[in-house]
């Protein structure tokens, strides 16, 4: 078969955390139950997708995710604007129509397998960053990346092909190859059942890509909605608005991200919120 790659800009990802605008403060700040966080006191929040999958579209076809993720908020000493750490980022019960097709249409599809999506985090933890002056505000998650032709290990370059490809370490000697704080995915397709008794070698994975760099999608406003257990915040990706990730492909290669994300506190599951 065609062993094309397919790109996920979205990773998740662990977004964060809803917003309300105050004149008052020049930079955003976390709030916990309605009140303003003390200064660097970390607190554990969780993230979660809703009813639609978060998407992204790219030259390379469209892949959603199901998605949970983790981290934590901070105020920072001196009143800067809110930060926070994205720890973990999940994906499960991927999507991937090219995928799926190429491998229908291959010999493998036509003997019976399938093609499924993936996408796999790595470079964690990811840096957070509340930003603007006025709701709704953004989240700048991520950083920039190493880029192909940057400093050594490029990305991608000691990613072996095959299965288990997408459960190592990216460097595959225990030490991811991004840029710190950078969002760092790889995402592909792979054949399903592995096919290597049949065809006598390690063919499971028909193509992955590694994505770095930075997204910034919104918050606040009335993505808060009741802000609680039951209504919990929201943050939104917007397409082109908030960014895409760089891939080894060259520009044009990335993909839009379409969606949203909910959050919580995680101990018992407070309201965070931003003014």
């Known amino acids: 078969m065609n062993k094309k790659v397919f790109s996920l800009a979205f990773l998740v990802v662990f977004a964060a955390f809803a917003v309300m605008a105050t004149g008052a403060q020049a930079a955003p700040h976390w709030f916990k139950n309605g009140a303003i966080q003390k200064e660097a006191t970390p607190v554990p929040v969780m993230s979660w997708g809703g009813a639609i999958n978060l998407k992204q579209e790219s030259p390379a076809g469209e892949i959603n995710c199901k998605s949970v993720g983790a981290g934590f908020i901070e105020n920072p000493t001196g009143g800067g604007a809110g930060t926070g750490k994205s720890q973990s980022s999940n994906f499960y019960e991927c999507k991937a129509p090219k995928c799926e097709a190429e491998v229908a249409a291959s010999e493998l599809g036509k003997a019976g397998f399938k093609g499924v999506g993936f996408a796999v985090a790595y470079n964690l933890p990811w840096n957070n960053l509340l930003q603007g002056e006025v709701e709704p505000f953004t989240e700048k998650i991520g950083g920039v990346p190493n880029g192909p032709a940057a400093k050594k290990p490029a990305w991608g370059l000691e990613a072996a092909e095959g299965y288990p490809a997408k459960q190592k370490e990216p460097a595959g000697n225990g030490a991811g190859w991004g840029a710190p704080g950078a969002i760092g995915a790889t995402v592909g397709c792979e054949i399903s059942p592995n096919p290597e008794a049949i065809t006598g070698k390690n063919t499971r994975v028909a193509g992955e890509l590694q ?62 919120t931003v003014k």
Do not use: C, H, R
Request: aromatic share 6%; hydrophobic share 30%; proline share 8%.
């Open 211 to 272: 994505f770095e760099g930075e997204l910034n999608p919104t918050i606040g406003g009335g993505l808060n909605e009741a802000s609680n257990a039951i209504k919990p915040a929201k943050v939104e990706f917007v397409g082109k608005p908030s960014g895409e990730l760089e891939d080894p492909l060259g520009p044009g290669a990335g993909g839009n991200n379409t969606g949203q994300i909910k959050y919580l506190g995680y101990t018992i599951q407070d309201s965070i």
